[in-house]
């Protein structure tokens, strides 16, 4: 039960009983995110049970329900899309309010999870024999970059600069390499994680104190990025991004800023050099189902981002490591240890 990033306690809440055309799931694996540590956004809604990047086995089915059975090996989207409404049916599924309001109860780092119908009709995907409960804690970030990646319009050939090397900026770099990206470099404040992104893939790296255009342009052959990505969640980073970014090159706005931050910049540079500014969120059924894929098919390294395997009453410990963002990349909590 999280109450902030340093108070997050074992609580015994009673297993959720599912109404037909429901599951009731064991969660054997779910990852910390980045964004459960989030702390401006999540302390709103605490105490609650945080926890979307699961794996586990249907336990328990509900009446009516054909298509699953016990024992079924899962992947559960947290949030799901009503697929009829106008964002949905125009490709932008994660601006759907349906898919802002879904949630599967009570959380992640729980034992079991009652998965509601609507997530069950469209948020449930059986696991391929070849990937791991563990591999399946992947799905739901990777289905994040395969989205921002998609709508950026990656480029075979293209130079890349990740500026944040924690977990989604990892599995960007991965992602970038795996796609047939041209140089990529990659920045952050932490040693540890700028040798984790030249494990990962990338060509060079940088502290982030010490990015410039004329270091950018040295590791680039001369030119400034053909897409940077942003996974640091500060206004600095956004500033860094502009000054990093070709003519015509984008920057994916992947992390948000706490609200009422605000951008300045230079507009006339902006628009002038046709710089596209690029804000993602979430991941559709489609970029779930190519995760799947992916991770099946062995193509990103995600086994090795593991860093850290806790039990359920270690969950504050794993919150404690994630949100310090110093040694540890990938946190997973298996509840049933």
Known sequence: MYYNNRDVR???IPTPQIAPGELLVKVLASGICGSDVM???RIKKAPRVLGHEITGEIVEVGKGLKHYKLGDRVFVSHHV???SCHYCINGFHTFCDTLRTTHFDPGGFAEYI???????????????????FEEGVFIEPLACVLRGQRFARFRLGQSVFVIGSGISGLLHIALARASGAGRIMASDVNEYRLKAAKRFGADETVPSNEVSPPLIREMNGGKLA????????????YHQALLSVDRGGTVLCFAPIQPGVNLSFPFFDFWNDGITLLPTYG?????????????????LPINEMVTHRLGLSETGIGFKLVAEAKESIKVIIEPHR
């Open 10 to 12: 074992l609580e015994e």
């Open 81 to 83: 899309p009503c697929n």
């Open 283 to 299: 991941g559709s059924s489609l970029d779930i189902t190519t995760a799947i894929e992916l991770i099946r098919a062995h193509r």
């Open 226 to 237: 053909d897409l940077v990505i942003v996974c640091a969640g500060i206004a600095s980073a």
């Open 114 to 132: 009652r998965i509601p119908e609507i997530n069950v009709d469209r948020g449930v995907f059986i696991l391929p024999e070849e990937v791991s």
């Open 39 to 41: 702390e401006w956004y």
